[in-house]
């Protein structure tokens, strides 16, 4: 929970930055008069907010480094590749949500909404998903990942109805934000705590790597073949293979 509260305003900033873009895009603001006030508030933001963080104290623990043998353990690899699952396929449409919703019959307009509406599902899951992990554990990343593979499967089943692809999209953000609460969440169960930093970054390179091939790989796929439902089926297959995987594993990642 704690978790989840903690990385929300990383979702939660996107509903905001959603809602500005459409204002300033409604306004016919120019992008670069807006990249120079948005770099500039970003600046004063995070140099004032930086002022009120400190260093704590480390005890002899808290510098002792995890043996290298943690990085090739089940949990890891399970959790690293859930993570890259997850965020690939979440990556894949929110990098191509606004081209791939109007391709569904949403104008431009719509498609700002999606956007936004992605965005409060991604911050909103940030603390339910904690929520969901304080109560029934592990077993809540395959449950995050057969969320968002069967609202997938039902985004390519919606056709033109505006209020369901909506919906689903909301649906894509919520299960997509599970990603950076749960594999957290599990690594600091599993092991001590002080090893957290030396271990999750690795798991979270995965959420680099899917970031540099999902909208890509999506983007290629829309390319060649003309529509984003062979990317859409891609994100269903790879998302349902993890998901079952990590259930039939879920064992190994329970604390």
Known sequence: MVTGLS???FGGGAIILSAIIEQAYLS???VSLFLTWYGIITAILLLSC???LSVPNESASAQEKPPRSLYRNPVMMLCSVGMFAGTFAGLLVVGNLSSLVQE????EVEAV???MLFSVGNASARIVWGFIFDRIGAVSIPLSLLLFSLATLALLASGANIPLILVL???LGFSFGANFVL???VIAHAYPLH???SLYPLCFLFYGIAGLLGPAIGGWLRDITGSYATSLVLCFLLVSFSALLLFIRRERLQP
């Open 7 to 9: 990385v929300g305003g």
């Open 195 to 197: 090893y957290f930093s």
């Open 104 to 107: 569904w019959g949403l104008s």
């Open 183 to 185: 594999y957290a969440a």
């Open 113 to 115: 909404l999606a956007v």
């Open 28 to 30: 016919a603001l120019s």
């Open 50 to 52: 930086a002022q009120l």
């Open 169 to 171: 999209v909301t649906l």
